[in-house]
């Protein structure tokens, strides 16, 4: 069975413009989380998507925002980026939302924001 | 706050069994144990969880104190790939996976 897939892997932006990463999911799969990776505040959770409802959500201004659609792939968006947007942002899914189901990560999209 | 303490960092001699301990002194009768490790910037890979009973599965054990508040991950063979940083997480049904990493356990492994 297929992992979770991220695209792109890289990307570069500038500051004020927008960006949108996407994931899909494992087959089957229908919780879908994003995660921030950045070298000072580690990994931090954006939201989690399951049935194209977004269930959870970090504490991430507005400018982060996501959706999932109805075959479960997700994307999330990110405007007006900063340079402190800089990070390794990891999808994550499941079969279903919350414990004890086994959440798979990606291999995540790196972002640099100039 | 995470919710979990780890050491920062810790060492183990290849072949040897790894023993990382995690913290989780205020965790509820609801809230599940996961172990994940992340290899040099790729995805953190799932390892194993448990609620109260003790683990194994093909890469590890999980050994979870009586009264739940400790807990430790055992590789029982470790090998140069197993050098990682190792985080442990805990999670409750309610809050889906929103969840607090904190710094997690740098092992190395040495030949």
């Known amino acids: 069975k297929a992992g979770v897939t991220q695209t792109p892997r890289y990307l570069i932006k500038t500051r004020g413009q927008q960006v949108t990463l996407s994931c899909s999911p494992i087959s089957g799969h229908r919780s879908v989380s994003w995660y921030q990776q950045t070298p000072g505040q580690g990994l931090q959770f954006l939201f989690e998507y399951f049935s194209e409802t977004q269930r959870n959500k970090g504490n991430f201004p507005g400018r982060f925002s996501g959706r999932q659609f109805s075959n479960s792939r997700s994307e999330m968006n990110v405007s007006t980026l900063e340079l402190g947007d800089s990070a390794l942002y990891l999808c994550?899914?499941?079969?279903?939302?919350?414990?004890?189901?086994?959440?798979?990560f990606g291999p995540g999209t790196r972002l640099l924001v100039l | 706050d995470a919710k979990t303490t780890q050491p920062p960092s810790m060492d183990c001699a290849e072949g040897r069994a790894a023993n990382l301990p995690c913290n989780h002194s205020?965790?509820?009768?609801?809230?599940?144990v996961y172990w994940y490790r992340q290899i040099h910037s790729q995805g953190p890979q799932y390892i194993i969880h448990g609620l109260k009973n003790n683990e194994t599965n093909e890469m590890a054990s999980l050994i979870i104190t009586e009264d739940r508040k400790s807990s430790t991950l055992i590789l029982p063979h470790a090998t140069l790939r197993d050098t990682a940083v190792y985080y442990c997480i805990v999670r409750d049904y309610t809050g889906g996976f929103k969840t607090i990493f904190g710094a997690g356990t740098r092992l190395f492994v040495k030949a």
């Open positions: 994550a899914s499941s079969f279903a939302t919350g414990p004890p189901e086994t959440q798979y």
């Open positions: 205020t965790i509820s009768g609801n809230e599940y």
